[in-house]
């Protein structure tokens, strides 16, 4: 008997959803600051005196977005520098939008507060866009790491050494005596040699006492102190 209660075909829409989410905000994401730079660019090249003024009033814009995007996605590039909820991504991000927001402001007034209001709901679209992206990226993190126990392991002893090791600098610059811990270092085992078989004992003395009697047999002494010929 069919199921009618539970819309089939829109778990399978929500499963296709979430398939193109990634795609989807990472390409507004990378949108909003193309729009964003040609948009200043047009209205900075509006009072260009020379055509190297007209080139720079597009660069100039289209650098400050691509450095956006690498000042607050740059601690991705190692996964296990775990990032805080104030950390500094989300503070370059939120200096920047502040910024392009009062950019916005001085050289659009005189065109109308609409252009105002268009463009800086634009970069706030942008920021929202790179906080969600940013604050997903870091919890996918913290699963991998936990699926990885020995990854995870590492991780935690990495800080709790790199926190101790602070401690230890902080109390030597105040001048109070301080020791670092005792690192974990495994027990040295004893080399314990296996006992030499019985066969070559045997043999060894075997071998002496062979020697013993031919030495012996070859010099015998006689009464005047010389070798029997």
Known sequence: MQNILVNDDFGKSIQRLRSILPKLSFGLLISTYVISAVIMGIFHAQNAPNIGFMVAAFLVPLAIQVGRGTLVFFFQLNPANIQRRFSFGFIAATALLILSIVEAWLVLSPYGFTWIVSVSSLMLIGWVIEIMILRETIFATQIELFRNRDGWQEVK?????????????????????????AANLPEEQELTLPDPPQEEDKTLLLLGELKTLLEGNALSPSLNGQAKG
Do not use: I, M
């Not at 002893?157 to 811990?181: I, T």
């Open 157 to 181: 002893s990495f800080y709790v050494a790199r926190n101790e090791l602070q401690q230890f600098v902080d109390d030597l610059k105040n001048g109070e005596a301080a020791l670092l811990p």
